[in-house]
């Protein structure tokens, strides 16, 4: 059964019948100035009574564009990803396809049920139980009273909550609301999940049921649209991608792709060099507490920079340092951190882990970590370096950026696994 939206600006019936969302040339813009913006609300409201046409595609003063132009489809069963960076827009799409703004400009075509988990309780009454929320809610999605009754104890079951299902929601942890919430959305069983990051919270077994049901659904033919910094999770689960920067569609296409270039977007990103060498200035001897680093990067095994490591293939990462003394047990230490996902620390190791004690001499000194092969996967990330003896540190280096890339399909991995392939004939 289809139905339309006039309100909402939401036309159902698509022309495929495989396609149950169809977003064409949404735009919408906010103003920055709060009084500013309910006076344009108010002579809107007047045009619209008057019968005139509002001038939606253009900006007023202090006004600017959320989304501008984003056009994509989505298919039965299909799953798209959203990146970008925060203020990118992502959020403002989700809640145009959701009805819960208008858009200035453009229309949404839907076909079947919508349920929205941008925020996983959101919708709950903190005054109502966990049982009347339930009937709240899912009514909300879209189900009759009988439906609700019969997924009423399955509902239940999956947010494992019966001991306090007749208490009020105000009294259950940020963890019990997450799971009624999204035991709630799932069990309406839609044509299209908008999924905005609510998949981080909760505890680890309840992710994984929430991921379970997810599959299910999706083998089902429910449709998804996720929006999650993490890198991981968008290529793991969705088909395709959609790049956003500041309201703007950058690219639409495979998800690798995308999410490629949106870390290298990233990476590069406010700075004049995220890649390459890294160059500092050595300090004088009354700055310095014995040892400067003066340059960090990553060099083949023929001494030759790279400004781009490859994953699985070799690459030395080089510290030069500037030694006023002698240094009999110096400490390397590397953290790397991912630019991509909640900047989560890949790799950590030292020199002293190793049982490698360095002894650096007066004057230029070069330290090598040597790697057999880069296990790092493509993406943007972030290292810290550090040089000390014991408790005394001697210089460090806070951020030192990089991408990784790759000539093979590898970005799905968490990690590079150097291998070979073998065939034994018994």
């Given at each position: 059964m289809t139905t339309e939206l006039r309100n909402q600006e939401i036309t159902i019936q698509p022309e495929d019948s495989e396609v149950v969302l169809s977003v064409e040339r949404i735009s919408k813009k906010f103003c920055r100035n709060l009084r500013r913006s309910l006076l344009y609300g108010v002579q809107d409201i007047a045009t619209e009574l008057s019968g005139g046409k509002r001038t939606s595609a253009k900006l007023r003063s202090q006004e600017f564009w959320a989304l501008k132009d984003v056009s994509f489809q989505l298919r039965r069963g299909e799953a798209v990803g959203l990146v970008g960076s925060n203020g990118a827009g992502k959020s403002t799409l989700l809640r145009i396809i959701s009805g819960l703004i208008n858009p200035d400009t453009g229309s949404v075509k839907i076909r079947g049920r919508l349920a929205p988990l941008i925020a996983l309780g959101a919708g709950f009454n903190p005054i109502l139980?966990?049982?009347?929320?339930?009937?709240?809610?899912?009514?909300?999605?879209?189900?009759?009273?009988?439906?609700?009754?019969?997924?009423?104890?399955?509902?239940?079951?999956?947010?494992?909550?019966?001991?306090?299902?007749?208490?009020?929601?105000?009294?259950?942890?940020?963890?019990?609301?997450?799971r009624l919430g999204f035991a709630c959305a799932v069990h309406t069983e839609p044509d299209i999940f908008l999924i905005d990051e609510v998949l981080s919270v909760g505890d680890v077994k309840f992710k994984m049921k929430c991921h379970r049901r997810l599959a299910k659904l999706?083998?089902?033919?429910?449709?998804?649209?996720?929006?999650?910094?993490?890198?991981?999770?968008?290529?793991?689960?969705?088909?395709?991608?959609?790049?956003?920067?500041?309201?703007?569609?950058?690219?639409?296409?495979?998800?690798?792709?995308?999410?490629?270039?949106?870390?290298?977007?990233l990476c590069l990103s406010g700075m004049e060099k995220a890649t390459g060498p890294l160059i500092l200035p050595k300090k004088s001897p009354d700055e310095s507490f014995g040892l400067d680093i003066t340059l960090v990067c990553f060099k083949d095994a023929q001494g030759n920079i790279l400004e781009t490591p490859m994953s699985g293939e070799p690459a030395n990462l080089c510290v030069e340092c500037f030694a006023h003394k002698y240094i009999d047990n110096a400490n390397l230490g590397v953290v790397v951190k991912s630019l991509s996902g909640e900047n989560d620390r890949v790799l950590y190791f030292t020199s002293a882990s190793d049982n490698e004690f360095l002894k650096i001499s007066p004057g230029n000194t070069e330290l090598q970590i040597q790697m057999p092969?880069?296990?790092?996967?493509?993406?943007?990330?972030?290292?810290?370096?550090?040089?000390?003896?014991?408790?005394?540190?001697?210089?460090?280096?806070?951020?030192?950026?990089?991408?990784?890339?790759?000539?093979?399909?590898?970005?799905?991995?968490?990690?590079?696994?150097?291998?070979?392939?073998?065939?034994i004939s018994k």
């Open positions: 139980t966990g049982r009347e929320n339930i009937y709240a809610n899912m009514s909300i999605l879209g189900l009759s009273t009988k439906e609700i009754k019969a997924k009423f104890e399955e509902v239940v079951d999956f947010a494992e909550i019966w001991e306090a299902i007749d208490a009020p929601v105000q009294n259950y942890s940020s963890g019990m609301a997450a999706r083998e089902n033919g429910t449709a998804f649209v996720l929006v999650s910094h993490n890198s991981h999770s968008i290529l793991n689960i969705c088909n395709t991608a959609i790049y956003l920067a500041k309201g703007q569609l950058i690219t639409v296409g495979e998800t690798e792709a995308v999410v490629r270039k949106y870390e290298e977007d092969y880069c296990c790092l996967i493509p993406g943007a990330y972030t290292a810290k370096i550090y040089i000390k003896s014991g408790v005394c540190s001697f210089d460090v280096v806070e951020s030192f950026r990089f991408t990784v890339q790759a000539d093979k399909t590898i970005s799905r991995c968490l990690f590079y696994q150097p291998r070979t392939w073998k065939v």
